[in-house]
């Protein structure tokens, strides 16, 4: 049987937890910043847990993370 693919662009974007779970970036910190505040880039900045609803597909796109 052949080796399943990862889905380079989940690689990209999706990184393993200890427990098993999968971290991710927050969106809208990229362009038009000058009229979002310092605290809501601030926040943004900081990694989030996948929501328990996507984890069976994440697990599916990198089958060896």
Do not use: W
């Not at 399943?4 to 937890?17: C, I, L, V």
């Not at 900081?46 to 597909?57: F, G, I, M, P, R």
């Amino acid at each position: 049987m052949s080796k399943m693919k990862t889905n380079r662009g989940a690689a990209k974007r999706f990184r393993r937890t200890g427990k098993g779970g999968f971290k991710r970036a927050q969106s809208h910190l990229n362009h038009i910043l000058t009229k979002k505040k310092s605290k809501r880039k601030r926040q943004l900045g900081l990694t989030e847990q996948v929501h328990e609803a996507d984890v069976k597909s994440v697990k599916r796109m990198l089958p060896y993370s």
